[in-house]
């Protein structure tokens, strides 16, 4: 067993299948991998693989049918605000609550508050200063999921978890978004598992990579060459993009 | 405000459709009195009688039993969200009494509870209770798996669950149970005090309208039967509608849509 003191989240021996018509169907088998503290990783998989079926499980939303999460070498089975999950779902913000009210859920839900939420802050950098009193359903499917990250960030989590967040941004806000993201979690040091089928969103912000293949098997994983790189050779980019195509297609 | 003008249109269609029956068929003022014969003894049943103060006894009458219906529904409705055999036993009471109607139980209501106000608000308690418990389950089975996902995710007690999450995210079927709960109590009502007479002295407009008879008041009784109709409309387009604009419509979660 992995007693690391580094590792924050540990994953071992995860399964999970859902019930189908014919018989069940497996997503996930006897799947383990290990998180250190701060570490940014990004998981890459092509749709349908299980990325968010595994987010769920970590975050203990859902159960899996063998296996355990540990937090900090803890096992853990219900959901709390030390692993904040954003899900991918378009459904998440409360329609009756504006964008501010959304966002600050995140804090007044909390006892004693671990960091003073910076409101204004938020709403800068996700770029929705002047969408602050507007109700979801006013919101483009990209500035939903802004709001989903700036409240997910507000509830100051030591782990986040993030199901495809800048899927269906606009390219110009999705630079700037990642961008900041990456500053936050530096600034916040926090633990950040990413998940995302898009090999270049993996390439420019994971520190980690983890490969997923179409069956939910682990296929790669290792430390990413362009991490850090703000400006990264173009050359370089497109050999690592093919590789990780072969990658992530070849089942 | 296109649906008010469109509203009052037909109205006043209707009101002309009225005067010309009248006048082609003949009919004696105390069959069918004329608009202008219901409007005096509208004008009289304000002035000389007690019409103003009949209709706030049933609006209060209606009121009571709504609000006690309201709160029996909320109990109801934790019983059934708390286990598994507490669903069941609501929803099997809800299958039993929901298609019971209110005047069936009249005679038994008049045993245990008399002829008074308390009969009328049991009466009434009834009618609003089955719908407004039916939409409320309704309203929590709709409720997105993400909202409560959330909640799980900022760990809310079950307290905080129910009042920032179930209620106002099944505030949609709440509404609809509540509109279904008015119009049925406000029809119980009316039915109800014409058979249990003068409740608080003057009794209802019920007992308004059914006393008209005595004396063959033909366009008090009509006059009476518009105030009904004056209510549901007000309350209908009024108050639902106002309370519908400023929720679900502003958070555009209207069923409708
Ligand atoms: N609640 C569910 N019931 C049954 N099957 C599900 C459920 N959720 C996901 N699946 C199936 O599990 C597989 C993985 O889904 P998911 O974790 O959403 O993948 P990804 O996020 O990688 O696209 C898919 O085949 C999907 O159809
Ligand atoms: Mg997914």
Redesign the interface.
């Known amino acids: 067993m992995n007693h690391n003191p580094d590792c924050i989240l540990s994953i071992r021996g995860i399964s999970k299948s859902y019930p189908s018509i014919s018989s069940s169907h497996t997503v996930l088998s006897n799947l383990s991998i290990n998180f250190k503290k701060g570490e940014f990783t990004v998981l890459l998989g092509p749709s349908g693989c299980g990325k968010s079926t595994l987010l769920k499980i970590i975050s203990s939303m859902i159960l899996p049918d063998s296996g355990e999460i540990y937090i900090s070498n803890i096992p853990v089975h219900t959901p709390d605000r030390k692993r904040i999950l954003m899900l991918q779902d378009d459904n998440q913000l409360f329609p009756w609550l504006t964008v501010k009210k959304n966002i600050l859920f995140a804090v007044h839900t909390s006892q004693g508050e671990r960091r003073s939420c910076n409101l204004e802050n938020l709403l800068t950098l996700t770029g929705l200063e002047k969408y602050a009193d507007y109700y979801p359903h006013q919101l483009s499917g990209g500035m939903k999921k802004r709001t989903a990250l700036a409240r997910a960030l507000a509830g100051n989590p030591e782990i986040l978890l993030l199901d495809e967040p800048f899927a269906s941004l606009d390219e110009g806000i999705r630079r700037t978004l990642q961008q900041s993201f990456i500053n936050i979690w530096k600034e916040y040091q926090l633990t950040v598992l990413l998940v995302t089928h898009d090999i270049r969103e993996a390439l420019i912000s994971g520190q980690r990579i983890v490969v997923m293949n179409a069956h939910g098997t682990i296929i790669c994983d290792e430390r990413n060459p362009l991490s850090g790189t703000a400006h990264p050779q173009e050359e370089e980019f497109f050999t690592l993009y093919k590789k990780y195509y072969k990658l992530i297609s070849n089942f | 405000m296109k649906k008010t003008g469109e509203r009052t249109g037909w109205i006043f269609l209707l009101i002309l459709l009225w005067v010309a029956l009248i006048r082609i068929g003949g009919f004696s003022p105390l069959i069918l009195p004329s608009p202008r014969d219901v409007l005096k003894a509208l004008y009289e049943g304000f002035t000389q009688g007690n019409l103003g103060w009949q209709i706030l006894i049933s609006m209060g009458l209606v009121l009571t039993g709504l609000t006690a219906a309201s709160v029996s529904a909320l109990l109801f409705f934790l019983v059934s969200v708390s286990s598994r055999a507490g669903k069941s036993f609501i929803e099997t009471l809800t299958i039993i009494f929901h298609p019971l109607a209110g005047i069936a139980l009249l005679p038994v209501v008049i045993l245990w509870f008399g002829t008074g106000a308390l009969s009328i608000v049991f009466i009434i308690l009834h009618s609003a209770l089955w719908p407004m418990v039916t939409n409320l389950s309704a309203g929590y089975q709709s409720l997105?798996e993400?909202?409560l996902?959330?909640g799980?995710?900022?760990?809310?007690s079950k307290w905080?669950m129910s009042t920032?999450?179930i209620l106002?995210?099944s505030?949609p079927y709440i509404l609809a149970g509540l509109k279904i709960s008015w119009s049925r109590s406000w029809r119980a009502l009316i039915s109800a005090e014409m058979i249990f007479g003068a409740v608080f002295k003057t009794g209802g407009v019920g007992w308004y309208i059914f006393s008209r008879r005595v004396f063959m008041d033909t366009p008090g009784m009509f006059a009476g039967i518009t105030v009904v109709i004056i209510i549901g409309i007000l309350m209908e387009d009024l108050f639902f509608g106002i309370l519908e604009k400023k929720?679900v419509l502003?958070?555009?979660?209207s069923l409708e849509s």
Not at chain 2, 152 to 156: A, D, K, S, V
Not at chain 2, 250 to 253: E, P, T
Request: aromatic content about 14%.
């Open positions: 997105p993400t909202y996902m959330v799980r995710n900022y760990e809310l905080r920032k999450i106002p995210g505030l929720t502003k958070w555009g979660m």
